[in-house]
């Protein structure tokens, strides 16, 4: 069975959102022209936009001819651009607890449909093995349930697509980018039980084990991820993409010793356009500064030359501002804070990290070095090390009174009660905002906690004043939303 051709899912990029668009089949296993006359004429029913007429021409036919996989098929697609009409304006966005896909009875029909068609398929095969299992209609079928957002289901189907057709490399490409939407909004947890599913049934397969170790970290799943990359490196001890994402994670969980001893072989493979070689000096920086000195004039030297795997411009960039740095017998806190802000900006997280330990080696108390490092840790959504980075800088605030920071301290404490929110701690969270010394600002933000907390009254006064006073649109929009909401309306 042939598919087209599948884009590599990179999760490990940093972010993970710049994957791409969200992926919205449209009619995902419905050609144009095949089969018999009766498809035909149904498939230019749909084509042509006239769904309710191509779904009752199905629905007749498959009463006298209910085996018709084909004509199964043409009805499957019509109850999928009925949902895919309906949830295409949410696709990148998450779902609110307890709230219903929209199009979700639309999507239920149009799973069934194709599992009966699955079934049938099934049922003919017993009788003749040679009939094609149609890997299309299970592909199909996964994709609506991820479309769906049904993650039982697409998990369910996943694996059985998986172990019945393991050895079509291009299907797996397909299941593997499937979990696509997932990553664009942020869903780690939901895409990494997926890809264990289909890791399970292609063990050695590269792109998804690194694609499953990226998912399992950013899902807080942080050592589970790390053992998973490793698996790649147990049958391809070579394989710089892995080398390269077992240095990453390493820096994120501030290992610089063993991340340096991952970059370094990476760096030599020219890995990431020239980035190995920068999370290699920046790795080296925290612990031995004039062998982190002598890598980054190996890499000017190289790069001069380079034909093959020449680096990025952003590489050479950070290089070179690395040296500037390196350079300075004695740099200060504030030289190298300024490096790591860069190395942040650049999106180059590993490097951040390993920048502001050496800045707050040489000042401890350093508060806006300690901001910095939650908002790395936040964008890793490493949640529970952003709340202590937050916390550290303003107990080291309230240490020195007489000291000016880069920093303020509610700039700390809105950071900390958003950071404690995303955790789950409300009321650590209302504690935190309570103690700004401007509240207006962060109205919503505490309107939302003093929702969890059941606190409907207060949090309905609240977004009545983010609707009379928000500066931003999605907020009070949201404000609005909540308050026509029955939870809401019925205080009055």
């Not at 609506?144 to 998990?155: F, K, N, S, Y």
């Not at 690194?210 to 589970?224: D, H, P, T």
């Not at 303003?394 to 995303?422: A, C, I, N, W, Y």
Request: hydrophobic residues 40%.
């Amino acid at each position: 069975m042939s598919h087209a051709r599948s884009h590599r899912l990179a999760l490990w990029l940093a972010g993970a959102a710049s994957c791409g668009a969200a992926l919205a089949s449209a009619a995902p296993i419905l050609a144009q022209s095949s089969g018999p006359a009766q498809v035909q004429k149904l498939k230019k029913l749909y084509f042509d936009g006239k769904i309710d007429d191509a779904e009752k021409e199905a629905l007749k036919h498959l009463e006298a001819a209910p085996n018709d996989v084909d004509v199964r098929i043409v009805l499957a697609n019509c109850y999928h651009r009925r949902a895919m009409d309906l949830s295409k304006d949410t696709e990148s966005v998450s779902l609110e607890p307890g709230q219903e896909t929209p199009g979700a009875q639309w999507f239920a029909k149009s799973i069934q449909e194709l599992k009966e068609a699955l079934h049938t398929v099934e049922e003919a095969r017993k009788k003749d093995p040679s009939i094609p299992r149609r890997s299309d209609i299970w592909l199909g079928l996964c994709q609506i349930e991820q479309e769906a957002r049904d993650i039982d289901g697409l998990v369910d189907c996943t694996a059985e697509t998986a172990a019945k057709f393991a050895d079509d490399s291009q299907l797996m490409d397909l299941l593997r980018d499937n979990v696509r939407p997932f990553i664009i909004r942020q869903e780690y947890d939901k895409a990494a039980a997926v890809l264990q599913a289909l890791a399970e049934h292609t063990p050695r397969n590269r792109d998804t084990l690194l694609a499953l170790g990226r998912a399992q970290y950013l899902s807080g799943k942080r050592a589970e991820g790390i053992s998973t990359i490793g698996k790649v490196l147990d049958f391809d001890s070579g394989e710089a993409e892995a080398q390269y994402q077992m240095a990453e994670l390493s820096a994120y969980e501030g290992d610089f010793k063993k991340a340096a001893r991952y970059f370094a072989p990476a760096a030599r493979q020219g890995a990431r356009q020239g980035l190995a070689q920068i999370g290699l000096v920046t790795a080296m920086h925290t612990f031995d500064r004039h062998t982190a000195i002598e890598f980054v004039k190996h890499a000017e030297n190289k790069w001069k030359v380079a034909k093959r795997s020449a680096p990025s411009t952003m590489a050479l960039n950070l290089n070179a501002q690395l040296g500037k740095l390196l350079q300075q017998s004695i740099p200060s806190a504030l030289d190298v804070l300024e490096v790591a802000r860069m190395l942040s900006a650049a999106d180059f997280q590993p490097g951040a990290l390993a920048e502001l330990q050496v800045a707050l080696t040489i000042d401890r108390g350093m508060a806006e070095a300690l901001f910095l490092q939650a908002n790395v840790y936040a964008r890793l959504f490493q949640h529970d090390r952003a709340a202590a980075s937050l916390a550290k800088g303003l107990e080291v605030m309230e240490q020195q009174p007489e000291r000016t920071f880069g920093v303020s301290r509610d700039e700390l404490l809105s950071s900390l009660g958003k950071e404690q929110f995303r955790l789950g701690r409300f009321e650590d969270a209302l504690a935190s905002f309570s103690k700004l010394s401007n509240t207006e600002p962060y109205a919503y933000e505490i309107a939302l906690t003093n929702d969890r907390l059941g606190r409907q009254a207060e949090a309905a006064r609240l977004f009545h004043q983010v609707v009379e006073k928000g500066a931003d649109p999605q907020q009070v929009d949201d404000a609005r939303r909540r308050l026509a909401s029955p939870s809401y309306q019925n205080l009055h």
